[in-house]
């Protein structure tokens, strides 16, 4: 089990920057994978970016550049920091953590999400 506590959304204007954040219950070591979902309304839930446990990280096409994906293992933390906000990166942002079990068993853990608002 992993639990999943974010926080640092808000509201913005558009070309502002935010910071998300998001605590595990657990060494981050331990977990496959982390990084972060968005979902506006009417609109499906996209991948943000993504961390793996090498390091490695991968972002949507429509944030490269703009959002950094970094993890504190000390603090079994992993933070998205947000720069050039446009107005169409509102959304509920969505923390997640994958956990591998024997190489194949999948578990997917998610945070409560936090609201990310950026005016024009």
């Known amino acids: 089990q992993v639990q999943l506590v974010e926080s640092g959304g808000g509201l913005v204007q558009a070309g502002g920057s935010l910071r998300l954040s998001c605590a595990a219950s657990r060494s981050i070591f331990s977990i496959n994978a982390m990084g972060w979902y968005r979902q506006a309304p009417a609109k499906q839930r996209e991948l943000v970016a993504g961390i793996f446990s090498g390091g490695s990280t991968n972002y949507a096409d429509s944030v490269k550049g703009r959002f950094t994906i970094a993890s504190d293992n000390a603090k079994n933390t992993v933070y998205l920091q947000m720069n050039s906000l446009k107005p169409e990166d509102t959304a509920v942002y969505y923390c997640?953590?994958?956990?591998?079990?024997?190489?194949?068993?999948?578990?997917?853990?998610w945070g409560q999400g936090t609201q990310v608002t950026v005016s024009s």
């Open positions: 997640f953590a994958r956990v591998v079990v024997g190489g194949s068993s999948e578990y997917d853990y």
